[in-house]
């Protein structure tokens, strides 16, 4: 009986991949915070002060459930890129939004904060228009980027 039992699909239990599922991570389940935007501006606020150059804003929402904001700066070397990037994840340790994640900081030709709903590129000229972030999302004018290479 018990094998009759076991060989009933009824019984046996779906799998995982067989699980009803429910996508809350698409691209309208994601809509930007008033946290968000107070990050945002933060950080804004600290490239200015850092004299980061070309910043250029990607709104994300609707386009991917990654982050509201990407944000996109220059620096002229890579101890610039380093110093913005040591002082900015300072400032949202010290506004109460934590502690950002941070890759790339040893070699400091491209250096990605995610803050949550900000993440933010900073690159040396060179590797930014090498990786061309810009028009990989899709934001930006293109003629203006292949005449700058």
């Given at each position: 009986m018990t094998q009759a039992h076991a060989a009933d699909p009824s019984q046996v239990p779906a799998s995982p991949s067989r699980a009803?599922?429910?996508?809350?991570?698409g691209p309208a389940a994601r809509q930007p915070s008033a946290e968000s935007g107070a990050i945002h501006a933060l950080v804004l606020d600290q490239l200015g002060e850092?004299?980061?150059q070309d910043v250029v804003t990607i709104p994300l929402g609707g386009k991917s459930s990654i982050a509201?904001?990407?944000v996109i700066?220059?620096?002229?070397?890579t101890r610039q890129v380093a110093a913005m990037a040591g002082k900015l994840a300072e400032r949202l340790k010290a506004s109460g939004h934590g502690s950002p994640?941070?890759?790339?900081?040893?070699?400091?030709d491209?250096?990605?904060?995610?803050?949550?709903?900000v993440v933010v590129h900073l690159f040396r000229p060179?590797?930014?228009?090498?990786?061309?972030?810009e028009r990989m999302w899709g934001f930006g004018d293109e003629s203006a980027a292949a005449?700058?290479?």
């Open positions: 009803p599922t429910r996508d809350t991570t850092d004299q980061a509201d904001h990407m700066a220059s620096g002229r070397s994640r941070i890759e790339g900081l040893p070699a400091a491209w250096v990605l904060i995610d803050a949550g709903d060179e590797v930014r228009s090498f990786y061309n972030l005449g700058s290479a």
